[in-house]
């Protein structure tokens, strides 16, 4: 009973107490008075409670005043936000006036006339590159089929390999390497195989070659091309696809799309040995050794790499088929690209056939305009080993001296078809058999012609091997060694003639 009452005797108390304090006005105080002891008494709170973090801070600035200069960077410091600041007030300035003069009504005449003129740029830009196009269909096809008369009719044992879709050793390779990676496979698996020229490519074309999307598994095997700089003119090279009739049974085609697609399907010279060292092909079939970093990476990766030559190349040097220059020496190359050489007419033993030549573009239209390729690319490392000889090619001193990032081959052939006075070097069997350009061609070194005939005998300069790379641990009756050993056999040798390459034997 009494835990009954208590809670109404507390009831009553409480409430005559409210009625009692109400009249003096203390009600606020009272309920926030019962509020606070109905809590736990709160902590005590430091009197500096930001302390501990204070005490770090002026740790951390006696560690940055203890350094020699410190207060010289300080100012500095300053000094950058205030230029800044001023930078950034100038610039406005300069934008508002631009966009003043932007609003003139003679600058937007000036925009609409532009346009109008761009419209027709595009015009003749499809009249120029199919001009470009159909010449160069005509030439490189006529040395394509000089390589079909000299193909042999049979081989028999290539086929007595009994290789399939199944036992096919994977090929990677450089990219001058890729007609001969296809024309193997086709040879060997029984499927025909053709060559096919697309036309230039980039604005306003698609930035990719026009190649049958049927003939691979994964979209277009033509490929893009990273230098943004280069869409408005892509010379985009011949290439050997592999392409049974449309009347042939449909396995055929499925081998085709493989070959295409995986079998023969080169990336670069340098993803190549990658894909070689890290198991994701079995051959490659490159322009040139691994280089030092590829070397490194396949000790890394515990892969010994061994080389077999199997067909020869050479690096060559090519120019605007305009250019009065026909033949430059070894000395001469090195002196360009070290840039004691800058004119056309410093190479020439009469520079008056320099002086009446209208010459290229620029501020100087008769200066040389050296192209480099990107390090580790084929070419490159082969312009480092025979024309440097292991002399390290200094960085360039002017614009002239450019270095293409181009992702393809085809970089100093756009360069030099709108550069009439530059210079560039990329292998003969791309420049003979795939390039596609008719408004380049190759220049003599040291007085000799880079032909088929100097390359075999060893006349021109500048030859290169053409390796066929493999993993020393493979063993001797894998695909891959069985297919190789072939190649370097008479009648792979004869495949390899077929290509175009030099044969090594």
């Not at 761009?118 to 006529?142: C, F, G, H, N, S």
């Not at 396949?298 to 050479?314: C, T, W, Y």
């Not at 290169?464 to 370097?488: F, G, H």
Request: glycine residues 6%; aromatic residues 8%; neutral net charge.
């Amino acid at each position: 009973m009494k835990h009954v009452l208590l809670p109404i005797v507390l009831g009553l108390l409480s409430a005559t107490v409210l009625v009692a304090m109400r009249r003096r006005g203390l009600l606020l105080l009272v309920l926030a008075t019962a509020t606070v002891t109905a809590q736990p008494a709160p902590a005590t709170l430091p009197v500096d409670p930001m302390a501990e973090s204070r005490r770090i801070d002026d740790g951390i600035r006696k560690l940055w005043q203890a350094i020699p200069g410190s207060a010289e960077m300080d100012e500095l410091n300053n000094r950058y936000n205030q230029t800044s600041k001023q930078l950034d007030e100038a610039g406005r300035k300069l934008i508002t006036r631009l966009q003043e003069f932007e609003d003139s009504d003679a600058y937007r005449e000036y925009a609409r006339k532009s346009r109008e003129l761009e419209m027709q740029r595009q015009d003749k830009w499809v009249i120029e590159r199919k001009a470009i196009a159909t010449v160069a269909r005509q030439l490189y096809a006529a040395r394509h089929a000089e390589l079909r008369k000299i193909a042999p009719a049979a081989i028999p044992q290539g086929q007595a390999l009994a290789l399939d879709v199944l036992t096919f050793p994977r090929i990677d390779g450089s990219t001058s390497t890729h007609p001969l990676n296809v024309i193997l496979a086709s040879r060997l698996l029984g499927i025909p195989y053709e060559w096919l020229y697309p036309e230039p490519y980039g604005s306003p074309w698609t930035e990719h070659a026009a190649i049958p999307s049927r003939l691979f598994l994964f979209g277009r095997g033509g490929g893009g091309h990273s230098d943004r700089e280069d869409t408005e003119f892509t010379i985009a090279a011949s290439r050997v696809v592999a392409q049974p009739a449309a009347s042939t049974k449909p396995g055929q085609q499925r081998i085709a799309v493989m070959i295409n697609s995986l079998l023969a399907a080169n990336t670069t010279t340098h993803d190549a040995y990658v894909n070689l060292i890290e198991g994701k092909c079995d051959l490659n079939l490159n322009a040139r050794p691994p280089s030092a970093s590829e070397l490194k990476l396949a000790q890394q990766k515990g892969v010994k790499i061994a080389l077999k030559p199997i067909a020869r190349d050479a690096l060559v040097f090519i120019v605007h088929r305009e250019n009065p220059v026909r033949s430059l020496t070894s000395r001469q190359l090195r002196d360009i690209y070290e840039e004691k050489s800058k004119q056309w007419k410093e190479v020439v033993a009469d520079p008056r056939i320099i002086e009446q030549w209208p010459g290229g573009r620029g501020d100087d239209p008769q200066g040389i305009v050296p192209l480099r390729r990107e390090p580790d690319s084929g070419s490159r490392e082969l312009f480092d080993a025979l024309v440097m000889q292991g002399r390290q090619l200094p960085e360039p001193k002017s614009a002239w001296l450019r270095l293409l990032y181009t992702g393809s081959m085809a970089g100093p052939y756009n360069r030099i078809t709108q550069e009439p006075n530059a210079l560039g070097y990329s292998v003969y069997y791309y420049e003979h058999f795939m390039a596609l350009s008719p408004y380049t061609r190759n220049l003599a070194i040291d007085g000799i012609e880079p032909t088929a005939e100097t390359i075999a005998s060893g006349k021109y300069p500048f030859i290169a091997p053409v390796y066929a790379a493999y993993r020393e641990a493979d063993p001797p009756d894998s695909p891959a060694i069985k297919l190789l050993n072939w190649v370097l056999s008479p009648e792979g040798q004869a495949v390899i003639r077929e290509s175009g390459y030099v044969p090594a034997q």
